[in-house]
């Protein structure tokens, strides 16, 4: 069997077990190293730290909730406006050719932060998927978190 050595992968394994609250929660308040782009009245929106693809973010609302049918209709609006000015930054930043929008619920289908309701935009390119993940399982991604959060921040100004 051949290795691949994924040294920056220790960061991910080590915060499994020992998160220190709620990353949505935490990333609100601003008691957290973040890369939150936004906040709206409801909702907020961040880079993923571990992105599936370049500009991975995710939209969760501010509130504390598991399960979309714990919302109120004010917040499944502000989240869908949330996602769609997410998406429109996105856009004019990466220019992807298109996108993968989702919910997770449960540990079951997916989901790897259970406790806090969210939202995934990941943008896609034709050729975006190569040799690397298919062969080695390894995605390579172009941009920092840092610089992709300053040309995302720039855009909103």
Request: with cysteine; charged share 20%; aromatic share 10%.
């Amino acid at each position: 069997m051949d290795k691949l050595w994924a040294p920056w992968r220790i960061n991910y394994i080590s915060s499994v077990n020992k998160s220190k609250g709620c990353i949505f929660c935490l990333a609100k308040t601003g008691k957290s190293k973040d890369y939150v782009i936004f906040k709206t009245r409801f909702s907020i929106a961040m880079l993923n730290i571990y992105p599936y693809n370049n500009g991975h973010m995710l939209i969760s609302p501010l509130r504390h909730i598991r399960d979309i049918s714990q919302m109120r209709e004010n917040e499944i609006l502000d989240l869908f406006k949330c996602l769609n000015k997410a998406k429109s930054l996105l856009q004019k930043v990466l220019s992807p050719q298109g996108y993968n929008i989702g919910l997770n619920f449960t540990r079951v289908a997916g989901a790897g932060i259970v406790g806090h309701l969210h939202l995934h935009i990941v943008p896609r390119w034709v050729g975006d998927t190569n040799f690397m993940p298919v062969i080695f399982g390894t995605k390579i991604i172009s941009q920092s978190l840092d610089e992709l959060t300053k040309k995302l921040k720039d855009a909103i100004r």
